[in-house]
């Protein structure tokens, strides 16, 4: 029996997030290229959650950016949970 994989969006907002601190604008440009990598490698999974990265992109970019203080903020309320 073939099971889909499951990708969790904190995954995928996660290596967003890394490939917009790392390449900036070119970040989408950056998924695509690592998505083509694994087609080329015949790994499907990885090609699907490279695009699944590229996708998050426009959604990221139309947050408001986290000041440090509030990151300090969150950080201390997960803690005392």
Same mark, same amino acid.
């Given at each position: 029996?073939?099971?889909?994989?499951?990708?969790?969006?904190?995954?995928?907002?996660?290596?967003?997030? $890394?490939?917009?601190?790392?390449?900036?604008?070119?970040?989408?440009?950056?998924?695509? @290229?690592?998505?083509? =990598? %694994? /087609?080329?490698?015949?790994?499907?999974?990885?090609?699907?959650?490279?695009?699944?990265?590229?996708?998050? $992109?426009?959604?990221?970019?139309?947050?408001?950016?986290?000041?440090?203080?509030?990151? @300090?903020?969150?950080? =201390? %309320? /997960?803690?005392?949970?």
């Amino acid at each position: 029996m073939f099971a889909w994989p499951v990708f969790s969006d904190p995954n995928i907002y996660r290596a967003a997030g $890394f490939l917009i601190w790392c390449h900036g604008a070119n970040a989408n440009i950056e998924a695509t @290229r690592i998505a083509d =990598t %694994m /087609r080329g490698f015949g790994d499907r999974d990885g090609q699907t959650f490279w695009i699944k990265v590229g996708g998050r $992109f426009t959604e990221l970019e139309a947050q408001p950016a986290i000041r440090p203080q509030q990151l @300090r903020e969150l950080n =201390t %309320m /997960r803690s005392r949970d």
